[in-house]
């Protein structure tokens, strides 16, 4: 087995095929050498030209003479023959070249010999012989590509799977080196989201906000009960429906305030004097709807809300939970006072922004991780598999294994 190094190989793989088609390359060589001498034969017989016309021409005939001579000339010199890297490609280019010179040759033709052929009928026939030549070697080129070079060019196609294999290498090695950078910042992202949480945790041990906290829990388990004391919904949101919709009259009823009601009681409670009038004379109203079932509800449920309300207005207990409520309100108010007033709300916003922040960039860091490593994994599978189809096509042409080193630069 043959082991090369990927940045080497094109020059051993060359080396290889002009070695194992060596007979085939000094054929094509030599007739490639006959059509380069051919093109300088025509430049000489322009030479030919330009002599024969000093003596035989007029001024005005000599400037299409020069023209002829210096655009033929430039066709020719823009032809590259090749010579050292003798291969497929640069020897089609070589007969696609030529086919453009005899065409240009035959439009400068028309344009420019009848002002002066008369007095040049020797150069004119020399040329004609000439591209004769040259158009025989030119055929006798083509068919030769045609069907003596087939294989040959199959051998040197295969260097053009080469940058593939080197784009795909450089390609892991950019990956790479964006993976280790993105693995480095989630690092010291979640180092330091760790910190922030540690820095939170320490912050809301504080007694202040553990007495915060106390004080907050007491507020929701009284909502929790004074909902409880308010849990006929399902009436008002029907005794609603029926004073919008117009069926049910009831007088002096404050629609806006039914509404508010149900969209945030505990809020339109405790905005309510201690009395509660608005709310008492909603629950009146309510209930004679009900004594009078005008709602439309089941029997059992219609006497449950009834109950409910009696018990309100008999017990007292929703007036107690709603001073209760606002009472808390205030220390909460108090306590909230004096965390403003040891900078200590202030530090826990910006401590909970720099959390928020440094969350929202850990996360697209982690999108980047893993969109760049399946980059980097997908790179790589497709270079295992083109090293391998290519050394597979190695082996078929030159009869034996070899093998592509391939050294990254991490």
């Known amino acids: 087995m043959i082991e090369k190094n990927l940045e080497g190989f094109e020059e051993f793989y060359t080396e290889k095929i002009n070695s194992l088609f060596s007979k085939i390359k000094k054929a094509l060589k030599k007739l490639i050498l006959e059509i380069r001498n051919n093109l300088i034969e025509i430049k000489v017989c322009l030479d030919h030209f330009l002599e024969a016309g000093k003596e035989k021409i007029d001024q005005k005939a000599q400037k299409s003479l020069n023209f002829f001579s210096d655009r033929i000339r430039k066709e020719i010199n823009e032809i590259e023959v090749p010579e050292e890297e003798i291969t497929y490609d640069s020897t089609l280019d070589l007969l696609n070249s030529i086919k453009k010179l005899f065409t240009s040759v035959n439009e400068i033709a028309k344009k420019s010999l009848p002002k002066f052929q008369k007095e040049v009928q020797p150069q004119i026939k020399e040329l004609n012989y000439i591209t004769r030549k040259l158009g025989k070697k030119q055929a006798e080129l083509d068919d030769f590509l045609r069907k003596k070079y087939n294989e040959v060019k199959e051998a040197e196609y295969l260097l053009k799977k080469l940058p593939k294999i080197f784009t795909l290498k450089e390609n892991i090695e950019h990956a790479k080196a964006d993976l280790d950078k993105f693995e480095t910042e989630l690092e010291e992202r979640k180092k330091r989201q760790n910190e922030l949480n540690t820095q939170l945790i320490e912050l809301e041990k504080n007694n202040l906000f553990k007495e915060l906290e106390i004080e907050k829990d ?193």
């Open 218 to 410: 007491k507020q929701f388990q009284l909502q929790l009960k004074i909902n409880d004391e308010i849990g006929f919904k399902k009436a008002l949101k029907k005794f609603k429906f029926e004073l919008e919709k117009g069926t049910s009259h009831v007088p002096n009823i404050d629609l806006n305030y039914l509404r508010d009601f149900l969209k945030n009681p505990i809020r339109i409670l405790s905005s309510e004097r201690k009395d509660l009038p608005k709310f008492t004379s909603l629950m009146v109203q309510l209930r004679h709807a009900l004594e009078e079932n005008r709602l439309n509800l089941k029997t059992d449920t219609k006497q449950k809300t009834i109950e409910h309300i009696n018990a309100i207005f008999d017990e007292k207990i929703l007036q107690t939970y709603i001073e209760e409520y606002l009472k808390l309100k205030e220390e909460i108010k108090a306590v909230e006072g004096k965390i403003q007033v040891a900078g200590l709300a202030e530090k826990l916003k910006e401590l909970k922004n720099e959390i928020s922040t440094n969350t929202v960039k850990l996360e697209h860091t982690n999108n980047d991780y893993d969109r760049k490593n399946k980059d980097y994994t997908r790179y790589l599978n497709s270079l295992k598999n083109d090293r391998e189809e290519f050394q597979s096509l190695l082996e078929e042409i030159l009869g034996e294994k070899v093998k592509l080193n391939i050294v990254f630069t991490f």
